[in-house]
């Protein structure tokens, strides 16, 4: 099966700020006593940090930008003015979330370090198709967005 997007291979020391900022994300909600998104057990919550962190840093490297690691700031973009949502499935769905701005690009990563596939982008508004609802674990109801439905990572564009 051929996969679309663009790879990225992240470095040692990437991964590392990676996993570092997401530690830090994480005992800053557990000091705040934040409870883990989008009903998460707690004992999955460092997990999701990390593979999130890592997508960020993986667009941040194509894209050439800065990455802050936006860490105290809860609603920031993650890479520049994008959403970045990640998974190591290789099958895995951009998922929305009902609070999610509509004006704003989600970009969804693929994979396992220290690979990771940028597979496309969606603004918030076009994900929320009600054939893409669904809450999968008993969680929250989201939009999970297959990847042949996503724009072709190559045609987005920072302002």
């Known amino acids: 099966m051929t996969h679309r997007g663009v790879l990225v291979e992240l470095s040692p020391s990437e991964q590392m700020l990676a996993a570092l900022i997401a530690c830090m994300r994480q005992i800053t909600d557990v ?23 890592l997508g960020e840093v993986a667009v941040a490297k194509d894209r050439d930008c800065f990455w802050s690691g936006a860490q105290g700031r809860l609603r920031a973009p993650d890479v520049g003015a994008l959403q970045v949502r990640a998974t190591p499935e290789e099958d895995g769905r951009l998922i929305v979330r009902k609070n999610d701005p509509d004006d704003v690009r989600f970009v969804l990563v693929v994979g396992v370090v220290p690979c990771l596939r940028l597979v496309g982008w969606m603004l918030g508004k076009d994900a929320k198709r009600d054939e893409w609802r669904a809450n999968p674990n008993g969680r929250a109801s989201a939009w999970f967005v297959p990847q042949d439905a996503l724009a072709d990572y190559g045609t987005l564009w920072l302002p």
């Open 31 to 53: 000091r705040d006593g934040r409870q883990p998104a989008h009903g998460a057990g707690d004992e999955f919550a460092w997990h999701y940090n990390i593979i999130g962190a």
